[in-house]
């Protein structure tokens, strides 16, 4: 890696945690906004689960560019590792879902954590499937 490609990569990550912030803090005011939403599902990490399904089906999209060389490796590696790399956030959507559980949220810690896990994976390969549609 040369060194004008790290300090892409590590701006891009910078980057791509500011939108992981934005998007998170629009969903969250949307969710804040629908009655029905607050009353029912007021401890579902709405916008974590938003931007890691986001993240998903962009990284599958950029993959799939990559691996038919329409897009540049060192492109491939700024996108993924770099924004959304900084997008992404793992580490947040398993301390959440550890909340949920300690607070005796079983049931939506489950659906959170089965869904994160499910929708991510058939997201990632929607992102690679449309991505070979180019």
């Known amino acids: 890696m040369t060194f004008s490609l790290f300090l892409v990569v590590m701006l891009c990550g910078g980057l791509g945690a500011v939108c992981r912030f934005l998007v998170d803090s629009a969903v ?26 986001t993240a998903c089906l962009l990284v599958g999209f950029v993959a799939g560019l990559a691996s038919s060389s329409l897009l540049p490796a060192a492109v491939a590696t700024v996108v993924s590792t770099g924004f959304l790399g900084g997008y992404s956030t793992f ?29 991510s994976q058939l997201l990632a390969a929607a992102g690679y499937f449309l991505a070979s549609l180019f």
């Open 28 to 53: 969250k005011k949307a969710a804040s906004r629908s009655k029905r939403w607050s009353e029912r599902w007021a401890s579902f990490p709405a916008g974590t689960f938003v931007v890691n399904l």
């Open 91 to 119: 580490s947040t959507a398993s301390v959440e879902g550890y909340r949920l559980i300690i607070s005796g949220k079983g049931n939506i810690a489950f659906l959170y954590c089965a869904g994160m896990l499910l929708a």
